[in-house]
């Protein structure tokens, strides 16, 4: 299940959780090969690009962090295209 980009990245007032930004990793294939504290790494076998995910599950996301998950899933689906 591909998440609308647009609907989650677009301008919003209130930031993406970090749950959410890890839903979005997840349901597009990436998988978490662990980390350190509370860091956590997700990395997809077509995509060659590790994603760092800090901090707790009910954090708000902080822009670059979403811009870097906005990029990752952008690259997936132009790879599949």
């Known amino acids: ?26 349901s597009a294939g990436f998988e978490n090969t662990g980390g350190k504290g509370s860091h956590r790494n997700y990395k997809h076998p077509d995509v060659n ?11 708000d996301a902080k822009h670059y962090l979403v811009k870097m998950v906005k990029l990752a899933i952008e690259d997936l689906k132009n790879e599949h295209n």
Do not use: S
Request: proline share 8%; aromatic share 10%.
């Open 49 to 59: 690009k590790l994603i760092t995910i800090p901090n707790k599950l009910g954090d």
């Open 1 to 26: 299940m591909w998440y609308d980009v647009q609907k989650y990245f677009g301008e919003q007032d209130v930031p993406p959780k970090i749950r959410e930004l890890i839903g979005m990793l997840e």
